[in-house]
């Protein structure tokens, strides 16, 4: 079967990596001895786990867990298997821990059955299980069973396994001491697969991983064979051919029980509620260094609301943020020159995280003194305009003021102003969210993130508003509101908003790629899309009145990006982004993910001059 090199690419990304002994770097073989076990839960479920315990471990030279619980496989397995590389990164490999590896529930080699986003539950009687409590029982089994441990036991993860790590938290288990949670998932009704609820159909060719359950232990990805097969260089011509969102279900993912789960919960109701992890992120008592990137199309929202919510909640909590210049996960591999997609921000930006702040975190909490601080900021949060990282003793900074842009004719204004603007939208002839064709072909997607937006300036489906040229800098740290006031002639309608820096005319980047145009260059900053139908209620869609002035209020989530004096501070509001997000028919639906063609309904939108978007502007 073919499948395209960015599947395959981010395929063995999300499976740690994991890598044999047939590598040149001996390293791990060298100075660790590698065992297998199947660790009981207290269901007795048994959970397949690799630990790698060093050489030179004795009684007098104990070491500290370092573990990670993954859907995507703890291989190579066999205990004369070696990964050439253990931990989150290099230097705390050669720093040595006992390194834990473990097979969630479900997958691979482990027992039991799989379930995304495993809901927490309120525990009764022993044989109540969640990830938490696999979590606790996983480590209090290492304490007694792995001779000459310190007693101390960290974990880390990122994306699914960073949601493991963050869940995990809820363990509490006493020698649990510090967690990273790194792009993890919260909520799946704004993270990954769903943006305030709508599809995200750029995911679309993942649903094998996530969807298939195994009949046996598998030592290899059991659902390779039902991976869409590659039709095209111009992966477009995919989408246009599937047809709409029901279309492709039917054709690709009837069998597929995830994909199923989706279209049939269209809204905000107890399937996605139980997949919440934020109510019960209470009481945390450890360290915890919460870890994102500014440019994760997957999981943006995951960290700044688990350190927001920890930072609520859990007073206790040694509670620190990390946002970086990254797409998902990039933070892992130094790449030297430190680009996303087009745009460069620095050198090396991957290892200073790596080597001053990560190592430093566990280091500090696993092999120092716990109960005194790292010596870490609050929040370590890059500029993406200036190009630097920043710290803060809190997160928001609380220097920062919120400013209201009113978007008038055109322009963005400091007060709200009377009429509107119009676009007429047609699902049939969708707004797209990118113009590099070869990149829908994507396993996900990624570089839209940054993406110059020129290609829909000048759309009469696209509203645009742009500010004079700035005469200084202007640096948003913080929280992103779209405040809208719409009216449609039709009963539903989507609003896909973009936050975008406009280059000058004459730029100059310090480092560029070939063949990229950066004068007046259209850098996308936040963007975020809102069904109106959720504008009142996630759990109930509601139709909106024809040509009835109404509300449309919601997050773009958080920025720390800072407009250079200079450059100019555009918005673009779109009711289509298309197939980034599959298209709203436009017409109120029970459930709009069953639309068809016929459904599809044109409508004249308005987006009146008393709308706003609020951003956290530094003092």
């Known amino acids: ?64 867990f370092l573990m990670q619980r993954t859907c995507y ?52 009687t022993k044989k109540d299980i969640d990830e938490s409590t696999d979590t606790y029982d996983t480590i209090e089994w290492l304490l007694k069973n792995v001779k000459d441990n310190n007693g101390k036991a960290g974990q880390y993860g990122t994306s699914y396994p960073g949601f493991y790590t963050a869940v995990g938290i809820l363990a509490q288990h006493p020698a649990l001491v510090a967690s990273s949670p790194q792009a993890p998932i919260s909520d799946f009704w704004n993270d990954d697969f769903l943006h305030n609820g709508r599809f995200m159909l750029g995911y679309f060719r993942t649903f094998p991983v996530f969807g298939i359950q195994k009949a046996k232990p598998e030592n290899k990805a059991w659902y390779m064979d039902t991976f869409v097969k590659q039709t095209s260089e111009d992966g477009l011509k995919f989408y246009r051919d599937m047809g709409t969102l029901k279309d492709g279900y039917e054709k690709y993912y009837k069998n597929n029980f995830f994909m199923t789960e989706i279209m049939n919960h269209p809204n905000y109701d107890e399937f996605w509620q139980k997949r919440n992890l934020l109510p019960h992120l209470k009481n945390v008592n450890h360290a915890v260094m919460t870890v994102g990137g500014w440019f994760d199309a997957e999981d943006l929202s995951g960290p700044l609301n688990i350190y927001k919510t920890i930072e609520k909640t859990s007073p206790k909590a040694k509670n620190t943020i990390v946002m970086g210049p990254f797409s998902h996960g990039a933070w892992a591999q130094e790449q030297g020159k430190h680009f ?13 995280y790596q080597k001053n702040i990560e190592t430093k975190f566990f280091n500090h909490y696993l092999k120092g003194n716990t109960k005194e601080d790292a010596g870490l900021p609050e929040a370590l949060m890059y500029d993406t305009g200036s190009k630097e990282w920043r710290e803060f003793a809190s997160y928001p900074p609380k220097n920062a003021q919120k400013i209201n842009f009113y978007l008038a004719d055109g322009t963005l204004k400091n007060a709200a102003g009377q009429g509107s603007s119009e676009y007429y939208s047609d699902p049939n002839n969708p707004v797209l969210s990118s113009d590099n064709l070869k990149d829908f072909n994507g396993f996900t997607p990624k570089n839209y993130m940054s993406e110059d937006q020129r290609f829909a300036v000048g759309r009469p489906d696209v509203l645009t508003f742009t500010t004079d040229v700035l005469t200084e800098d202007m640096s948003f740290a913080g929280e992103i509101m779209a405040k809208l006031n719409i009216a449609s002639s039709s009963t539903d309608a989507d609003f896909a908003v973009k936050l975008i820096d406009v280059y000058p005319e004459d730029f100059k ?27 009142n209620s996630r759990e109930k869609g509601e139709a909106l009145v024809p040509n009835q002035k109404t509300a449309v209020n919601f997050k773009l989530q958080d920025v720390m990006h800072t407009f250079k004096k200079g450059h100019k501070i555009q918005i673009q509001i779109s ?40 951003a956290e502007v530094l003092k």
């Open 1 to 64: 079967m073919k499948i395209h090199i960015s599947i395959l690419f981010i395929f063995f990304f999300i499976l740690g990596r994991a890598q044999s002994t047939d590598q040149k770097d001996t390293f791990v073989k060298d100075n660790f001895t590698k065992k297998e076990f199947y660790i009981p839960m207290r269901d007795g479920v048994k959970l397949f786990t690799a630990i790698y315990v060093p050489k030179d471990i004795s009684n007098k030279n104990k070491y500290p």
């Open 73 to 124: 496989s703890i291989a190579p397995y066999g205990e004369n298997e070696y990964r050439s590389k253990l931990g989150p990164n290099q230097y705390l490999m050669k720093d040595k821990y006992i390194f834990v590896f473990q097979d969630v529930r479900g997958r691979y080699m482990s027992e039991g059955a799989f379930t995304n986003m495993t809901p927490q539950v309120d525990r009764k």
């Open 340 to 352: 996303h997609n087009q745009i460069y921000f620095g050198d090396s930006i991957a290892t200073y």
């Open 509 to 535: 980047p310090k480092e560029k790629k070939d063949g990229v145009i950066y004068p007046n260059y259209h850098q996308m900053v936040r963007s975020e899309i809102m069904p109106a139908r959720f504008r």
């Open 575 to 614: 009711s289509t982004w298309w197939p980034l997000f599959a298209i709203n028919p436009q017409k109120f639906m029970e459930n709009p993910n069953f639309a068809t063609k016929a459904d599809y309904t044109k409508a004249f939108i308005k987006v009146y001059n008393d709308s706003s978007i609020e």
